[in-house]
């Protein structure tokens, strides 16, 4: 399995993280949005070039900390979309094996909110096309204000825009849908699941725990992961150790 760490929720810097890559055998998946917040961080070529003496891939987690493709606001969306479209080269550059896009918020939920909200963001998913690497649609659906609820919500967009791809975070499942819901993402959508974001949690809320400290059903994950042949990139926290233990019990018979 192409297995990878998300050096963000790790808490790890760049050296921390390309070591332990390099000595598990994971690739990295980059948070654009630090690199937007810090100028000091590596550039994406600077990246690469260390990926390369590492023997190290990417992902990309592409911006969210205050985006919205669905903003009723259209100055909001527009900047999110310029943002958007910032990381997309910014992971080319990195010959990252595909990002992750979140699909946007609306606190008004007034049908005709609604209504805007959805044509805003198909608006802006169209205009990101072509893509220039495999972009995957991230279930969310973690508190009311989450623009698609649901596997149906998610269906129409990717249905209207087959370019997107699917990631399937099943933290976010059981926050969402309790037990059972991640399986019917996967049941939906497999056709199109490109990457997975794996952590754990309790089903009270995303507190992204290493594999095997919640409730997400890791007996059936493994299942479904033997035939995958796409990117899983690990959300979890607990530094070093919780990277190890989760990497454990994902490649244990």
């Not at 649609?137 to 508190?143: P, S, V």
């Not at 926050?175 to 996967?186: F, N, P, S, T």
């Not at 949690?201 to 919640?214: A, E, K, M, T």
Request: proline content about 6%.
């Amino acid at each position: 399995m192409k297995l990878g760490f998300s050096t963000s929720t790790a808490g790890l810097d760049y050296p921390q993280s390309f070591d332990l890559a390099a000595r598990l055998g994971l690739f990295l998946e980059i948070p654009y949005d630090l690199h937007e917040m810090d100028p000091r961080l590596p550039s994406a070529r600077q990246l690469l070039e260390m990926g390369r003496a590492a023997g190290v891939g990417f992902t990309v987690h592409l911006p969210f900390v205050d985006l919205n493709l669905a903003s009723l606001i259209p100055a909001v969306g527009k900047l999110s979309l310029e943002r958007v479209q910032r990381s997309l080269e910014f992971a080319h550059t990195l010959q990252a094996h595909c990002g992750v896009l979140h699909t946007g918020k609306v606190a008004v939920r007034l049908p005709l909110a609604l209504e805007v909200a959805r044509r805003y963001l198909g608006e802006a998913l169209q205009a990101l096309t072509p893509l220039p690497l495999p972009v995957a649609l991230e279930n969310l659906a973690l508190t009311p204000s989450d623009l698609l609820q649901g596997t149906d919500e998610l269906a129409a967009v990717l249905e209207a825009h087959p370019a997107y791809g699917f990631c399937l975070d099943v933290g976010h499942a059981l926050v969402e849908g309790k037990d059972g819901q991640a399986q019917a993402y996967h049941q939906r959508f497999a056709p199109r699941l490109i990457h997975w974001h794996l952590h754990d949690n309790h089903g009270d809320r995303d507190s992204h725990l290493p594999v095997g400290q919640g409730r997400v059903d890791w007996a059936w994950v493994k299942e479904q992961l033997r035939a995958f042949d796409g990117t899983i990139a690990l959300e979890v926290t607990g530094g070093p150790e919780g990277i190890e233990q989760s990497v454990q019990l994902l490649r244990s018979v």
